[in-house]
């Protein structure tokens, strides 16, 4: 009896053998697809979790956990669920209470250098990097934020080379808020201009984030287009997403009603 080229049965004591390798095969084989199948099963379990209109710190937590329990029990591809994992970190420290929000950062920067290492050419990588880096120069004050800005810039501009359209224009939307917020030169990278260029980029790419909208219309309304500016900001109360999570598509249009309420009054 050939099995495979390389393995025959010849005497009783090898089909003894050859009986319990075929056993052990066909138990690999039917085992295989449903333990592949209940794996996918329980990542978009998670995946939901993680993505609820409900999520707060407790769930996303919950999430956390259950990302890093799955990486540890995982052999490959490992690239899915660090990219989840470097995500769900910088979440984390955006929901965390403020002596906690450094913790997650540090710790989704280490899983974004890991993604970066598993899969190199991808846009995951340096941009949850970017990311993270950005929530640590945020918890670092202005001396670190200085520090960090250089790298932060490079990953980003990365990411859009490599895909602009990632994560609702990403990358489009943190280098136009970058350059809306930090001083101009010769004391920073401040370039209204350059903002304006980035978050109009993101708001055409990803129409239903609320955020690419309501800093565009910010850029706008400091460059005095206020009928520009107002135009975004009434897309920010009709879109249906936001930048970091669910709650703060609501954040989002109390600030552009805002707004608006104090163009009027002028």
């Known amino acids: 009896m050939t099995l495979y080229p390389f393995f025959t049965c010849n005497n009783l004591k090898t089909k003894f053998g050859c009986r319990l390798l075929l056993l052990a095969l066909l138990i690999l084989t039917l085992a295989g697809p449903a333990v592949g199948a209940a794996a996918d099963a329980q990542l978009a379990e998670v995946d939901r979790l993680f993505s ?16 890093e329990g799955m990486l540890a029990a995982s052999q490959s591809p490992r690239a899915p669920l660090l990219m989840r994992l470097a995500q769900a970190c910088f979440v984390l420290g955006d929901l965390a209470p403020q002596d906690q929000r450094r913790g997650y950062y540090e710790k989704g920067l280490k899983y974004a250098e890991q993604l970066l290492k598993e899969k190199p050419a991808g846009v995951e990588g340096p941009y949850w990097q970017a990311l993270n880096l950005c929530g640590l120069a945020d918890t670092g004050g202005k001396l670190q934020g200085r520090k960090l800005l250089p790298r932060i810039l490079e990953e980003l501009k990365r990411a859009v080379a490599l895909d602009e359209t990632y994560d609702q224009a990403g990358a489009h939307r943190v280098l136009g ?23 109009s980029a993101a708001a055409r790419l990803a129409p ?21 500016a ?14 970091i999570h669910p709650q703060g598509l609501e954040d989002d249009r109390r600030e552009a009603r805002r707004l608006l309420a104090e163009m009027e009054g002028k």
Do not use: M
Request: aromatic share 6%; net charge positive.
């Open 52 to 67: 609820s209109p409900g999520l707060d710190l407790a769930r996303a937590q919950k999430a956390l956990a259950a990302y």
């Open 177 to 199: 808020r970058i350059y809306y917020q930090a001083p101009r030169p010769p004391f920073s990278v401040g370039d209204l201009q350059k903002s304006l260029e980035h978050l």
């Open 208 to 228: 239903e984030n609320s955020t690419n909208h309501l800093y565009l219309a910010q850029t706008l309304l400091r460059l005095k287009q206020p009928a520009q």
């Open 230 to 243: 107002r135009q975004e900001l009434e897309r920010v109360i009709s879109a249906t997403k936001h930048a």
